[in-house]
């Protein structure tokens, strides 16, 4: 044995009994250290590890499928005000912008011709019924024959058609309103000439109001007469709601929609025509549903998850899903009434991840 072996080997002597020796003595201490570091310590790096989130408890709500489509507001009755016969204007009987009912006599085209030939035939009218009832006395006592009462019978008829004919020209002379509504500003003066394209004025009816709108095709089979919506305008937060009455029964083969009606009642005729609407169907109504907001959905490989929380813990599950809206997303399968959602830090939650909940949320 040489000289290194032998200081080697005295070294590790006097260390194993210095063990032995001073070993009872700070057991103790050293027990203490190990309880403070394995036992104390690790509560602490468990808090340290644990992630704050929002809670969304899960409760029966209803869910819609919602289309929201663009529309125009129209009257309920339009037309252009003109005459059917030309001549000059003599009367204008409207105030623009005021109410009229339905055959109010708004402008007048002179008539003074037609004036003059209607009382020419009324009283050649007179003469031809006086004969008739004298030729009618005659031939109940056989002193004419009955062609010759015959010839003044007809006479008499024809002058009537006459006396006809003119009223009917004479009616065409007057512009009168064909329905109640709103006359609009008026174009000509008393004293132009005008024809049947000469345009008088604008009447409107706005009480009810029409809705026109489109949908898609695909959704065509879906809405019937009566069917109801709701739609809001520009400039007030009110929401209005109507009834479908009419349906297009041709698809654009532009736009691959379809045209729809609804009406509005406007009895305060607060909503005028030319204004645009945003409009809303519910096609769909789901009670009871199991609703989540969008935001909590995890994609997957092999399909979609969530996480929830439970015993303090993120719990990951597997969820089928259903009718989605823009906010929320029907779960078909996967969570029950009473779970409470993870809907905050999704991308660091990970199965069994310890979970304080800032806040919970019921769903609504």
């Known amino acids: 044995m040489n000289k290194k072996l032998r200081i080697t080997i005295t070294i590790l002597l006097i260390i194993f009994l210095a063990l032995i020796v001073f070993y009872p003595k700070y057991k103790p201490l050293l027990a203490k250290k190990i309880q403070g570091d394995g036992i104390a310590g690790e509560p602490l790096r468990q808090a340290q590890q644990k992630l704050n989130a929002v809670g969304y408890v899960i409760i029966p709500t209803h869910l819609s499928e919602l289309i929201n489509q663009s529309g125009t507001l129209r009257p309920d009755e339009e037309v252009d005000l003109t005459f059917e016969t030309s001549g000059k204007i003599v009367q204008i009987n409207f105030t623009e912008g005021t109410r009229v009912k339905k055959g109010d006599l708004l402008a007048k085209v002179n008539d003074k011709p037609l004036q003059a030939q209607l009382e020419k035939l009324e009283a050649q009218l007179k003469m031809a019924e006086a004969k008739e009832f004298r030729q009618r006395s005659l031939l109940d006592k056989d002193a004419i024959s009955q ?180 906010s929320k997303i029907q779960i078909t399968d996967g969570l029950k009434f009473g779970d409470t959602l993870i809907t905050s830090g999704i991308m660091q939650l990970r199965q069994n991840l310890p979970v304080v909940l800032d806040t919970m949320i019921l769903n609504q």
């Open 147 to 326: 062609e010759s009462y015959d010839q003044v019978q007809t006479d008499v008829q024809t002058i009537k058609a006459d006396i006809n004919l003119i009223k009917a020209n004479i009616s065409q002379t007057e512009l009168r309103a064909p329905f109640d509504g709103i006359v609009g500003l008026r174009y000509v003066s008393e004293g132009s000439f005008t024809n049947s394209s000469t345009k008088i004025a604008k009447l409107i009816k706005i009480s009810p109001i029409k809705i026109e709108f489109s949908i898609s095709e695909k959704y065509a089979s879906e809405i019937k007469i009566g069917y109801p919506i709701t739609f809001k305008i520009v400039g007030n937060d009110k929401v209005f709601s109507a009834s479908v009455y009419a349906i297009d029964p041709k698809i654009d083969l532009d736009t691959r929609t379809v045209l729809l009606r609804a009406l509005y009642q406007n009895k305060n005729e607060e909503l005028r025509p030319g204004t645009f609407a945003s409009v809303t169907l519910e096609l769909s109504r789901i009670d009871n549903a199991i609703a989540i907001p969008t935001e909590a959905l995890i994609p997957q490989m092999d399909g979609e998850q969530v996480f929830i929380y439970k015993g303090g813990k993120a719990s990951s599950v597997k969820v089928n899903t259903g009718l989605r809206t823009e």
